[in-house]
């Protein structure tokens, strides 16, 4: 029986490398099969977007584009790749030797599009200094929020993750009072507690996981980037499918009520990306059996 990649669940690393592929143009991308299949994916995450999963054949039916919103009252930009790689680690350099090994793997059929270092700040904040990742669902809760189970024996141990770059302007940011900042959050960055009188944009509140229906449980993995002239989260999500992501993000962007989340007062996404990360064998090699390949 195939199992989920053991990075999916793994909690924050110190440091990663998230590399996004697009497919080598007028280059077949069957022989990237059998690369697949024979790579052990170790602690790293690899997900297949529906470019690559197109122009193999079919892949699962829960694999769709990053979603236009409607009604959204900001932006939501798309930036589709064929192939994710979240490589995990603590050393750069080994994460630089690591990546280079999967590039010379993947060359033949797929070209870099990005790669963006992340890191972890302090004890899992995000660079505002707010603490990422308190709600997520843990142990069993986190399988059954991230896991797909119960669908079909090819499926079950995928995972589908949506990826999101956030640019922020942190000295915009930092020119709010500490009040402003909590109100953004909805949590006080002083103890990290939640408090009622947040306004109804506060992130905690347009994302509260259980007050949709059915409730909206992911496991978020997010992780903070930066170069010399901007920095802001990579946003990355574990789902059993992609619904429990769209619901929280059509509340976020005032879809349902016309309320944007306050996170919008200091920073914007600059892409967002679908995959799907199918599971693994027993010598940890990627199982792709439901992927119907032409
Ligand atoms: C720059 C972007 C973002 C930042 C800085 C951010 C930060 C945070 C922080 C500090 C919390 C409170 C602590 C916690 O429970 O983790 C939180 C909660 C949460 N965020 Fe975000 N977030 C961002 C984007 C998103 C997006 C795009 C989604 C999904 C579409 C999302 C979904 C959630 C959920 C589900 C919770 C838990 C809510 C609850 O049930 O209490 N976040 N986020």
């Known amino acids: 029986m195939s199992v989920v990649q053991p990075g999916v669940l793994s909690p924050v690393p110190a440091m990663a490398c998230a590399i996004r592929f697009v497919c080598r143009p007028g280059v077949s991308a069957h022989p990237l099969l059998d690369v697949l299949r024979e790579t052990s994916v170790g602690d790293d995450v690899v997900g297949l977007g529906r470019t690559l999963v197109g122009a193999l054949g079919a892949g699962p039916p829960g694999l769709r584009d990053f979603p236009q919103v409607e009604n959204a009252r900001v932006g939501l930009p798309a930036k589709p790749g064929a192939l994710w790689l979240l490589l995990r680690g603590v050393d750069r350099g080994e994460l630089l030797h690591r990546r280079r090994a999967w590039v010379a793997r ?111 449980f992911m496991v978020r993995r997010s992780m903070p980037w930066a170069d010399t002239d901007a920095a802001g989260l990579l946003f990355i999500a574990y789902g059993s499918s992609f619904d429990a992501f769209e619901a929280v993000l059509s509340r976020m962007v005032g879809a349902e009520d016309g309320v944007v989340d306050g996170l919008f007062q200091f920073t914007r996404p600059v892409d967002g990306a679908y995959y799907w990360c199918p599971p693994v064998d027993a010598s940890g090699k990627l199982d792709l059996r439901a992927l119907k390949t032409k």
């Open 106 to 216: 993947l060359s033949p059929t797929l070209d870099v599009d990005e790669v963006l270092e992340t890191f972890m700040y302090a004890d899992g904040r995000d660079l505002t200094g707010y603490v990422d990742g308190t709600e997520n669902p843990t142990d069993g809760d986190a399988v059954a929020a991230a896991v797909v189970s119960g669908v079909s024996d090819q499926l079950d141990g995928s995972t589908f993750v949506a990826v999101q770059r956030w640019q922020h302007d942190l000295d915009g940011f930092e020119r709010r009072s500490p009040a402003q900042r909590d109100d953004i959050f909805g949590r006080r960055a002083a103890d990290n507690e939640e408090f009622d009188s947040a306004p109804e944009s506060a992130h905690v509140k347009r994302a509260a996981q259980e007050s949709f229906e059915p409730e909206a």
